[in-house]
């Protein structure tokens, strides 16, 4: 079964802080995905990680991928209050010939001031 | 740049009434999804298409039926709603099948089922 589990489901962390997400995969794929989404809003692509140790970088936020341990991590660095939202890590898998995305459960992770 | 575009943004529908999303993206993609947005659940796929007059039931099809007469314009029907067809509906699409770029999401359909 294809399955795509992300850890920690929720988070509430202080301001200043730093900590990751988790994103783990049961099948083989080389291209990773994390969205953001704002309560009530659509979903925002975040970063794409293509291959083996792709490592992307946007402000505060850091995603790498390790395709061999099958797992991906979305590092928060001193968090801030914007970066509360929900996020979403999805695999790129090819499912009855047709390529599809699979969605982790999502993380809601809150910032406290 | 419109993007995704999913019409209504809201619904509200008794049991048994039928309805119709409409999702029409502007990019000349190949590929269109729709799916569901549950509590706790992630995105599940209902329905997909790989191009224009092609349809393909994803993860959790039943209940729902899908068009795709013309390239830009995928549609999503209830038939008979029910209560469990509650939630918010996302479409999204994608250029082609070995794309390396993220599929682009509608704003999303609040569909409430009394």
């Known amino acids: 079964e294809l399955k795509v589990e992300q850890n920690p489901l929720f988070l509430s962390m202080q301001e200043g802080k730093n900590y990751t997400i988790y994103c783990n995969y049961s099948t083989t794929s080389d291209r990773l995905y994390w969205y953001r989404q704002d309560p009530g809003k659509s979903l925002e692509s975040l970063f794409v990680?293509?291959?083996?140790?792709a490592v992307k970088q946007e402000g505060r936020l850091m995603a790498s991928l390790d395709t061999k341990a099958r797992l991906s991590t979305l590092h928060i660095t001193a968090a801030v209050h914007d970066l509360s939202a929900t996020y979403f890590c999805?695999?790129?898998?090819?499912?009855?010939?047709?390529?599809?995305?699979?969605f982790g459960q999502g993380t809601r992770l809150t910032i406290n001031p | 740049n419109a993007g995704v575009t999913q019409t209504p943004k809201f619904r509200v529908l008794k049991t048994g009434q039928s309805m119709t999303l409409l999702c029409a993206q502007d990019m000349n993609h190949e590929y269109m999804y729709w799916y569901r947005q549950d509590p706790g659940m992630g995105l599940r796929l209902i329905h997909y298409?790989?191009?224009?007059?092609?349809?393909a039931k994803g993860e959790v099809p039943d209940g729902y039926n899908v068009s795709r007469l013309k390239k830009q314009n995928f549609l999503l029907g209830l038939e008979s709603a029910a209560p469990s067809q509650t939630s918010v509906y996302f479409c999204a699409s994608r250029a082609w099948a070995d794309s390396n770029q993220p599929q682009h999401f509608g704003d999303g359909t609040r569909l409430s089922i009394l």
């Open positions: 298409s790989v191009g224009e007059g092609t349809t």
């Open positions: 999805a695999v790129d898998m090819i499912i009855q010939g047709a390529q599809k995305l699979v």
């Open positions: 990680l293509l291959s083996n140790g």
